[in-house]
């Protein structure tokens, strides 16, 4: 009896296989034709693991680790492999290791020992550091396979209460969904928010330093094979330290928790006190404006949905209230006449450099208001894509301050001209307290796409498959022109809230289901759907209006 065979369309060009071949296997034939290692399939419009198996006509695409969703899978998987590496090295000493936060290409990690009743940070030394990159790279060297097990949700909470993963456990109990896919990797189990590599050969590269007292995870960066040495973002990492704080005094730093608190009717209660520690921490920036003398420029930047106009009405607000006249100055009112904007590499207008900004202009004005000068201001038609002069003048007193939003807010090369001890710098992003669980960290960026897919399409009429078909030029822009000059801020301010991807959760789940399955946004929509069926909802109306989350789901009392 004749093998069964398929045929495959690939790279526009139709090939048969066997029944059942591998995704593997079919990889094979392909790798040579990409620098980068291939590490996941498009099966159908559908992501599949190397491991799956093709089993009737389709088209196959491959995904390699210069790919965002590669990328992915692969820092998955040498996560799981520095876990099992720890696992093998301390585990008899019952030391764990938590995956904390995202900071550059890497994550930051600590170890934790059980100590009684108590969980202590175990200090990271030169000598773990050494024997950590020792077992990873002994692991990958063996090539060991990571298998994937779908086991029922209760069989997931059994087991991981006996591994005492304890976030995971509380995950579990709130998981809809009847099955979970656990990884093993040479028996030590674990779950992960995505999929994962065939086996611990693919995982070459990646380094192992350590930092204040634990260590960060390295990956590559923007080339695939290369680590990039390790540069800390000192600032970034103490306002992640400083959020995660607040997290813990709620008794909320996983999705775990945050459920329990919703499912015991203590959502109320935690808005309140959140909203009341970012009120506080307002009031404690406009105190420290007021302080530094004579800053007539505040100069706020951050990256897409951070939440900078919300953020500057209230500092706004707070200013006044300690004898300030504050004045909200959008840079948009700067940008140069359409037909001279600069265009992108795609023959599109860039509005996002800084050239696409009168420059020169801005620096004029801002020097005449500083020299106590009337000065008359332009405003930017958008509609007609030209800067107009309608009589709006103003004329800075000793009490008057300039509240300026714009991405380039912190680049010097925006504000030349201007002495620095005349600006305050704030640098705004919206960096989450919560942890999925112990080794799956949350994403910012899903948390900003996410608040920009619900804004959007209230304000902008603009659909979920657009806005994610946008978001990746958006993420370039902020790498090129935002994250550089974010260490250069005299603050950094994080505009997370621990809840509010409960409250987002009713509003971004009808969008995202609403995107044909067959158009490319469809595998993110696919992963943004899952990632929100981890939380349990919260109703809008619980939202005071002055949250920075009104900016985005509606119903503020400032005009956002």
């Known amino acids: 009896m004749s093998e069964k065979m398929i045929t495959l369309t690939i790279a526009g060009k139709e090939k048969q296989y066997p029944c059942g071949t591998s995704f593997l296997r079919i990889a094979q034939d392909y790798q040579q034709d990409y620098p980068d290692d291939i590490v996941l399939v498009v099966y159908n419009h559908r992501l599949k693991e190397l491991g799956k198996t093709a089993e009737r006509d389709g088209t196959l ?36 290791v938590k995956v904390m936060y995202s900071i550059g290409q890497g994550y930051y990690c600590a170890l934790m020992q059980e100590d009684g009743e108590k969980i202590v940070r175990v200090k990271v030394g030169n000598e773990k550091i050494s024997a950590l990159k020792r077992e990873m790279y002994r692991l990958v060297m063996a090539d060991l396979e990571i298998e994937k097990q779908s ?78 040495e390790f540069s800390p973002s000192k600032k970034l990492f103490l306002t992640l330290k400083e959020s995660r704080e607040w997290g813990r005094m709620l008794e909320i730093d996983t999705v775990g ?140 007193g000793p009490e008057d301050v300039l509240v300026i939003e714009g991405i380039h807010g912190l680049n010097d090369r925006l504000s030349h001209s201007l002495p620095a001890e005349s600006k305050f710098r704030i640098y705004i992003s919206a960096l989450t307290q919560l942890n999925i669980d112990e080794h799956n960290y949350l994403p910012t960026t899903d948390g900003r796409m996410i608040r920009r897919i619900v804004r959007d399409a209230r304000t902008r009429g603009t659909c979920a498959r657009e806005t994610i078909a946008m978001w990746d030029s958006v993420r370039r822009g902020e790498e090129k022109y935002i994250f550089p000059f974010q260490e250069g801020a005299d603050v950094m301010f994080n505009s997370a809230l621990i809840y509010e991807l409960a409250v987002l959760k009713l509003y971004a789940e009808p969008l995202l289901f609403a995107i044909d399955k067959d158009c490319p946004e469809a595998l993110e929509a696919v992963r943004l759907l899952k990632f929100l069926d981890y939380f349990l909802p919260v109703p809008g109306d619980t939202v005071s209006q002055n949250s920075i989350l009104r900016e985005f789901i509606g119903g503020s009392c400032f005009h956002v």
């Open 257 to 396: 928790a945050l459920n329990d608190a919703i499912a015991q009717g203590r959502i109320q209660q935690v808005i309140l006190t959140q909203e009341a520690l970012f009120e506080e921490r307002i009031g404690r920036l406009a105190g420290d404006i007021v302080s530094a003398g004579n800053r007539k420029f505040i100069m706020i930047a951050g990256p897409s949905s951070s939440g900078k106009t919300t953020f500057s009405h209230r500092l706004s607000i707070q200013l006044s209230a300690k004898g300030l006249r504050p004045h909200p100055f959008p840079l948009d009112d700067y940008y140069v006449d359409r037909n001279l904007c600069p265009r992108d590499e795609n023959g599109d207008l860039d509005f996002e450099c800084l050239e696409a900004l009168d420059v020169e202009l801005f620096n004029h004005d801002m020097t005449e208001l500083l020299a106590g000068k009337r000065v008359s201001l332009p405003t930017f038609n958008f509609r007609t894509g030209k800067r107009e002069y309608k009589d709006r003048y103003m004329q800075l």
């Open 151 to 228: 086991i029922t949700t209760d069989e997931a909470v059994q087991l991981f209460h006996d591994l005492k993963m304890r976030d995971k456990e509380k995950l579990f109990r709130y998981r809809r969904s009847s099955r979970v896919n656990i990884y093993e990797l040479d028996h030590y189990k674990d779950y992960f928010y995505g999929f994962m590599l065939p086996s611990t050969g693919y995982l070459r590269y990646y380094d192992v330093v350590g930092y204040e007292d634990g260590f960060v995870l390295l990956f590559p960066g923007d080339k695939s094979r290369e680590i990039d």
């Open 61 to 96: 695409e491959f995904v390699t680790t210069a790919d965002k969703t590669g990328k992915k899978v692969y820092r998955r998987s040498v996560t799981l492999l520095m876990q099992k590496a720890v696992h093998n090295l301390w585990g008899e000493q019952h030391v764990t």
